[in-house]
């Protein structure tokens, strides 16, 4: 993550009551959210070897799932590398990143599942004991593929307050979400970009906040 997460937290004076983490490779950011009180932390994670190292590290501390997530449900290719240690694994067909990190090689393709968040939270809702869970943060890093998640996610996003997600400015994978298009779908559920770290020239990390 490029932003600085406690920058964020303190500069907006943001109020986390519990996250919903999609592309959480090994859980990086499980303590930071620990750190501000979160109460309770979903992971998704698609690829079986980040998984598996995301079950040990926070197993204990997080509900975990091994699920990508997308505007349907069904099995889907994922393309993934171990060069940066799957963190560049993605849905999508790799197009700039090939020669912006040639080091970088996609050398397999695997199946995964695929669900709409809306369709996760509303059987995860109708559990007894997650009825009084208040999930109104996300962190969405799924290398280009961020607007399809979202447009699965509707209705989840009428009670997220905040938002922290992988952008990008030029086409790093084959038909990847521009910038451009995150805002204008986001702006429909009161989100505005407040903050954009471009530290990786064509992609970067924005941070949204509901302002209606």
Not at 133 to 160: D, H, M, P, R, W
Request: aromatic share 12%.
């Amino acid at each position: 993550m490029l932003l600085k997460f406690n920058e964020l937290y303190t500069k907006y004076n943001l109020e986390i009551k519990s996250v919903i983490h999609i592309g959480a490779h090994h859980g990086q950011e499980v303590h930071l959210y620990k750190e501000v009180g979160a109460s309770d932390i979903i992971l998704f994670e698609p690829s079986p070897a980040n998984f598996f190292i995301l079950e040990q590290l926070h197993g204990e501390k997080c509900e975990l799932y091994k699920l990508a997530l997308g505007n349907e449900n069904k099995k889907i290719k994922m393309n993934v590398e171990a060069t940066n240690k799957g963190q560049s694994n993605s849905i999508l067909e790799p197009k700039l990143h090939l020669s912006q990190y040639p080091h970088i090689v996609f050398n397999d393709k695997i199946e995964v599942d695929m669900v709409t968040l809306n369709d996760f939270m509303t059987i995860y809702n109708a559990r007894p004991e997650n009825k009084n869970k208040k999930y109104n943060f996300i962190n969405i890093a799924v290398q280009g593929y961020e607007l399809e998640v979202f447009k699965g996610s509707k209705e989840t996003l009428k009670n997220i307050d905040y938002i922290i997600a992988e952008v990008n400015r030029d086409f790093v994978y084959e038909g990847c979400a521009q910038v451009e298009e995150i805002d204008s779908f986001l702006d429909q559920f009161g989100f505005k970009r407040a903050e954009t770290n471009w530290e990786g020239g064509t992609w970067g990390d924005a941070f949204y906040i509901k302002i209606r």
